[in-house]
Nanobody, 123 residues
Framework: QVQLVESGGGLVQAGGSLRLSCAASGHTFSSYAMGWFRHAPGKEREFVAAITWSLGSTYYADSVKGRFTVSRDNAKNTMYLQMNSLKLEDTAVYYC????????????????WGQGTQVTVSA
């Protein structure tokens, strides 16, 4: 049973930065992909970024490319999302997910999800 716990959300001014963490447990993740989604009020859930655990290959939504960076620490079984140059439209609940399939991870049908962490960007 994979367990994921997000942390690091909060309130930040536009143009500022935040780093989200997703701590994973319950499995060996060498063959997994992990990702970030976000869900804003009135909008559909949106893919943000993903990373393959073994090679560290990264993938981003166009809306965050160049501003967000996904990374992982194998020793700590933790994935990070460094968010810079935050915009009002980045306000959302951010979820991490994990699956053996990169496709399922990026499509949002991954087998495991965290509980989410709120990110609010103010003007």
């Amino acid at each position: 049973q994979v367990q994921l716990v997000e942390s690091g959300g909060g309130l930040v001014q536009a143009g500022g930065s935040l780093r989200l963490s997703c701590a994973a447990s319950g499995h060996t993740f060498s063959s997994y992909a992990m990702g970030w989604f976000r869900h804003a009020p009135g909008k559909e859930r949106e893919f943000v970024a993903a990373i393959t655990w073994s090679l560290g290959s990264t993938y981003y939504a166009d809306s965050v490319k160049g501003r967000f960076t996904v990374s992982r620490d194998n020793a700590k079984n933790t994935m990070y999302l460094q968010m810079n140059s935050l915009k009002l439209e980045d306000t959302a609940v951010y979820y991490c997910n994990a699956d053996r399939s990169l496709r399922r991870t990026m499509e949002g049908s991954a087998g495991s999800w965290g509980q989410g962490t709120q990110v609010t960007v103010s003007a």
